[in-house]
């Protein structure tokens, strides 16, 4: 079979993580990536001889703008530009700084080809805002899409879970929000609390994902740099009971019930585990929810989730690479395909 | 007229703020403050030769166990045992470590002295769990009173206050707990949020002070040191709307509306304001609440606080001592007195 | 006696507390402060009535660009422009943003106006670069003077202490450094630590104020808000041993000497204790210095200073106002007259 | 070739670092690992079927006063006792938590296993105190021998290498160290710093490995988890330009001479950077050292390094092995076999 070409615009946090993705998929293959400058981590890639996951070879190629002479300086193989890049490949996936993918949608739009968006441009940069689990199927076929944000993305997860087996009709959220990645010297908070206007743009874009569902919520910023925690109050359409919620957020393979009676005791515990099972990067894919903070109130069912900011999307956009090219049609066998070659769902009995 | 004779045991960081707000009623004397070793805000009360708010002599006594040598050693002057105090007070505002408490009620007992406990001890310590503005007239005449906790404290205000004016059926709440006061060297957290096991205390405890109400909610902590944020999500009986809930917060003296128009943006602004106030140690008794946070969701009506933990107990301790003594047999009287030696409210239009 | 008048340009952290140091001075007048919005600061001073310290009205006059209007609909009275107040005063302490200093030097100069600039102007700005007590006399008469900044004023004060006694060749500092203050929110650090190319500006700054000693450093930022450390590695023109090190430092009234076993385990403890004193925002103007940490290196003295980063070059810029306006000819009348006003040096023995 | 037989006790922070670093060796066997509760670390290799590097089984033993039935109840595989685990090995890797060690040493004496302990043991429970590269062949056929602590690990090969060159006299450090690893719940700092008494352990260890140096210096902790930086003020018997000591460092196999051009600009930044290059838990077994920190002071060298304090004892713990075992009699034998089989210094022009 024919392999899906993909290349990926943006080096940075999320891009090296979908490019490590995609490296994973068997349908994929990753032809190349594409940056503006040697930063660390493409100064790690060639610390490694452009060699990714699985002994691939990440080509890279340059966007307009780029100092050369700055990679050949530090013997950094450049394979072209970014518009070589474009040329090869069925689909982009554009991590590029927010903003930037909507100029980058021009080249793409030149050469005909299809891309996905991160959860950092307009909504009205893709044709459809799309969730690997929410809303597979309206993204069959089409040739932009955008995926929600890291929140937005975890959030979904847990409230569709409940949704497709219960009915949910609204939910409200509090994001306790790490405020910068590990290595991150361009933004941080020190020794405060920081609160954003509400509603928050997680609960508005949740809404557009499942518009059937009234949401809100509040973010507060807070000086950590490992994982968001959300604490959901949802109101099923029927009365959810512990046992009820917890029954299907364990069968969903892209959410991990912890408990702190096995030492999970917070985001930090979570980053530590992905660390010892090994994964890259210290990466996690599911996102974690505690058994021990699910409680009832009159009708809501109660939750708190862990989201791993820098990894969560991943899956979800290898689906939307699926939806876009018609790998799979539906939900159920997109989904399961990026599962199966990330590995997720493995430890689920 | 005869002012009320008081003492306080354990000059921490809740003893000190209890001791200065003693000393600021007219109709209150405080008659010294209790301690066991000469810890630094002993020392730095010795270094204004003993001298509190007002001009006021704070005498210290010592509790049992104390080396008497050492406070010689550091010349700071001692002027008797916690007995000799507790002889000579109608009433102990007992702040001592969480479970000394318990202990100490034996002396009061012993002397017939009347005390006010912190939210430390066990609710079994007294004959009330007391909050000044929600359950004032249960504490009326009683001998042991044991205050709410400072998220407890700072919660109900704000759910009491819509509760009187419009009803309120059940509360969840999200707990963004700072972990350690400034200074504190013997608890912290590092890059890390913790949970803990739902539902939290304080969401219990609301619901003993206003049985009428059903809570629940999740605790969450974080690694700053000032003022715990709380996201509320309220069910009223009928529909509150924005303007209602508005309305009523900023009627209440102990509540602070803020906006981050203002330039509020989270709890270390409302530190920073208190310090540029120029109240003492920077602290503040009122509990912010975010105008910005407010947002309806259904039935329910969402706001965010922040809690002063230092500060925010005590004008609740004093109206306790009020109803405990009788001198005032109502909220709204015993309150108000409160307020008026506190200087609290004086912004409010 | 006509007092000395004088002006604030910029209420921000330091500038309202270089207004609060003048309005203690007895032989100064507080003519006013110039701010250009109505920052929490600002607003902190409305909601007092514009009082401040010892019960004196801070006039307020806005600077260029200033939108009345907006002070106008919070009720903050404004007195006039900028150069009203510069027309009123003998001299200006200018604490505006870095940079603005240089052209508000303009209006100065139109006015035949002295002024203090602080750290964060270029030393072109002004005829001297100015330490309190390192180089008093260089500052006598002139009309334009540049403070050092906070780390260089705390740093030098214990270099200097020594050098007078004993002698200092040389001195290699490592400077831990606290990356916001209190209630920052536009800049932070979280869970990392950032350091700057070697050598540090405060050494190089100390050697402009002390060209006979030969400095260097390296300089770490650290995600706090409170007060930096640096440790000192000096070396003497003869053998300094700790306790000829702690004799001299003992003496200082700018530098208080802690210990661990008294219970100053770091920055966080002199914050909490200068709050305990009861100082107003709980700042302190003396350096703190651990005896725990002095130490003897061959020829080098070793030891550890900690910086209260808000406060600390508030006692030198009224040392410059004596300085350039000639109230005091020589340092130690001129430092003396500073640490009566402000209450320095009245806990040592 | 017999391959060494080697156990590990404790499977904690360093314990499951070292058991991949034995892993690792080919002329080396991990016959298994000890640990007393199903931590996360034990959960996650149990998640992975007990498979750690290289698809290599690590086989659990369980140590006097686990509870096996608990083991049982979440499937976690166990091969037997600690004392059976011992009797299979040559020598054992000792990191159970301090203290813990010097009772092991009774079970390893018994059945005539020689072992190595980590930094939190006393110095008595060894033969020699051990560092790969300073003094490698102290330790060679010796049966008890206990590892540098991290910081002192790292600092040495640093000084060592200078001192190797050049012959280095004295040394102060100023120590600004992670006050937790990324995880840690049971120990924190938040929005302090705080000191100890001086001079610092890391400094009289040196002395004790290095007795020709004479070594001080202070230490502060900081809340952070990545990585502590020490600077480092050595006296060299010659003076010792910049140039000299780089060219030095740029040499030495596990020194990493990084930048702040190169975007290292933290602790961060050099954890971040061994996740990009995909090591195993984020890993890096080389200190970091910025080129842009080192400056001359007289006679003197100032530089900073980067400690990775989770991994850095890895390497000289394997060198112990050789040592002790006699597997290589030199240092240069010694600490080469562990370096090509942990891939150190691969990155080296």
Known sequence: MRKIKVGVAGYGTIGQRLADGVALQEDMELVGIADMVPSLSVQALAEN??????????????????????FDRRNIPVEGTFEDLVKKVDIMLDSAPAGVGAKNKEIYEKYGVKAIFQGGEKNSVADVF?????????????????????NTTGLIRSVDCLDRAYGIEK???????????????????TNALQIDKAPSHQAVDLMTIMPHIDATGILVHTPVTHGHIITVVAKGKQKITKEMALRE???????????????????????????????RRGDMYEIGLWEDSIVESGDDIVYAINIPQESVTIPETIDAIRAATKLQLTREEGTAATNKYLGIGKFKK
Chains 1, 2, 3, 4 share one sequence.
């Open 49 to 70: 001889d452009m060699v990714g996951v699985n002994g691939i070879k990440y080509n890279l190629y340059l966007v307009e703008g780029a100092d050369k002479a700055e």
């Open 130 to 150: 799309f969730h690997g689990y929410a809303n597979y199927e309206k993204g069959v076929g089409k040739d932009y899409l955008k995926l929600t944000s890291c």
């Open 171 to 189: 939910v409200v959220i509090t994001i306790i929000r790490r405020v910068a990645d590990p290595g991150d010297y361009h933004r941080g908070l």
């Open 249 to 279: 957020f364990q069968k969903h393979p892209r959410i991990r019930v912890v408990s702190l009676a096995d030492g999970f005791k917070g985001n930090a515990s979570l980053f530590k585990y992905a660390r010892d099972l090994g994964n």
